[in-house]
């Protein structure tokens, strides 16, 4: 397997000003992320999680650093052409039409991003993740079922990077187990992921290798 990064930041630092006051989310991360790598970023809410996960799909901008993507430059924090390569649930929320079923949502998130719609692999995913009723409206879903719906929708255009923020959140304990089976069923097709999680055993279980913040510093990875 080819462990060169898909993914690697550099320095990458950003600084939220409120008010008169500045708070450094972030301060010179580092970070690669390799195809088919499992990677857990571990921290206590607040450590700079969430920012990362920004910083790489262009929902903030960065003050300092750097960041490639396939190994060409990618403007640290701005829109770019990879953007329709990664998969990502943001603070264990997905981006479902309430209105639209989990299938209909597949169906536009794929044409968004210019991606084949394969029903085929959209249906191997919702068994994986044992989503109750691909036609129900999203409106009509229990909260871990949304997250399921959103789940799906993130992964059925066959991302080469996943970034799961939080993914844990509002599943029951199948669920979990369900969210799991679908990581190693992704990272094993090839793909990256990434778990951004305060849920330490979670991420225990899945990663191949870990990485904590604190206080938006890089203090383990290994």
């Not at 079923?101 to 794929?110: K, P, W």
């Amino acid at each position: 397997m080819d462990r060169a990064p898909l993914l690697a930041l550099r320095r990458a630092t950003k600084i939220y000003r409120r008010a008169n006051t500045e708070v450094t989310a972030l301060q010179a991360l580092d970070l690669d992320l390799s195809p088919g790598e499992l990677v857990g970023l571990l921290g206590p809410n607040g450590s700079g999680k969430t920012t990362a996960v920004k910083l790489m799909t262009g929902l903030c901008t960065a003050d300092e650093g750097e960041m490639a993507w396939r190994g060409q430059p990618v403007a640290l924090g701005q829109h770019a052409a990879h953007l329709r390569e990664l998969g990502v649930l943001l603070e264990g929320r997905g981006a479902s039409y309430e209105r639209l079923s989990t299938l209909e949502n597949a169906r536009y998130f794929c044409r968004l991003r210019e991606a084949h719609f394969d029903r085929g692999h959209f249906d191997a995913l919702a068994a994986l993740l044992d989503v109750p009723d691909i036609h129900a409206p999203i409106r009509q879903l229990s909260t871990g079922n949304k997250l399921r719906a959103s789940l799906l929708g993130a992964m059925v255009h066959r991302p080469a990077l996943v970034l799961l923020d939080e993914p844990t959140l509002g599943l029951d304990l199948f669920g979990v187990e369900r969210l799991e089976a679908l990581v190693r069923h992704t990272a094993q097709g090839g793909s990256a992921v990434l778990l951004a999680s305060h849920d330490l055993h979670f991420v225990e279980r899945l990663s191949q290798r870990i990485v904590c913040l604190r206080q938006g510093r890089k203090v383990f990875d290994g």
